[in-house]
């Protein structure tokens, strides 16, 4: 049977180089940093790593690490369980305490994975009376929670007002039980952020509750890293908050759901994914909480992140490329082509320079980019060699 099978993955795999749109891995030989060792799928030697979620620089910070190594001596490697058997350590009461306090939320529940978080609300929440109403431009771990759910689905405009409200409208005349507004913080392909104070504020006149997924903002995005909630102004207007330890809070693994007591409880008790995962390692769980101590007790890695994102930022304007505008550390190069922003990675490896081309389905067709994400770690001497090599592989490209 599975020679038939072969031949038909082959072919599909032939058709997706065939686009320009495979996707290597390349191999690295060193803790993730501002600067790789790549060792395979291209350019071999030390790269300025321009592609990572480590917005704070904190995968390979040396508190955090000797945090970890403590962590293992007292805790131990692994629970091998899930958490209502024998899988929950007080380290891992801890970190939810700390990050429901945090986020100004009253319970957190902990995941493998933020795809797990998203993986086990909707179902848990909703049920076939209820409505979830979805930014289209939501992480593919939203859309695949809301498709477990038997809930009615909308979909709205990626951050238009207006739509939401016609969504909303209609799950109304539905007769809809819950409606549950949900959209990532910041859209991970743009850079963008929700407008959340506007989402609240229609949340509140429907008579809904709004669920954020923060991945690419807990740590970094308000005036304390507690996320686009606190830079809105609306930490208690939201319900739930999903976000993961595997960006910004150290970069290693793990996720979760920060919520009202009532909906971290009926989690406990009802998601899937919690009560069939094991338990988050307890090393994670003692490492995420010292990085919480790192945000709290200063925000000079904020600062050098938001200095460096400014800096890459204005200078790649000043060259003529297409960046979608903003603030955020996401600051994604506009080609269009996806053979060409593929291309123009390459080069750009070669020069020293570690980043990703974005292509269909990540992205909509005829919108490829590069998607270069800065780091606390970079200095500026890294910013500015990074927009050199954008010059140079352009030039090259053009031919």
Known sequence: MFDTVRDDLRATLDEIRAAGLHKPERVISTPQSATVEVTQGGRPGEVLNFCANNYLGLADHPEVIAAAHEALDRWGYGMASVRFICGTQEVHKELEARLAAFLGQEDTILYSSCFDANGG???????????VISDALNHASIIDGIRLSKARRFRYANRDLADLETQLKEANAGGARRKLIVTDGVFSMDGYVAPLAEICDLADRYDAMVMV????????VGAGGRGTAELHGVMDRVDIITGTLGKALGGASGGFAAARAEIVALLRQRSRPYLFSNTLAPVIAAASLKVLDLLESADDLRVRLAENTALFRSRMTEAGFDI?????AIAPVMIGDASEAARMAELLLERGVYVIGFSYPVVPQGKARIRVQLSAAHSTEDVNRAVDAFIAARAELAG
């Open 121 to 131: 609300v909707f179902e848990t929440l909703l049920g076939a009376e209820d409505a």
């Open 213 to 220: 997924d923060d991945s690419h903002a807990t740590g970094f």
């Open 324 to 328: 979608l505008p903003g603030d955020h």
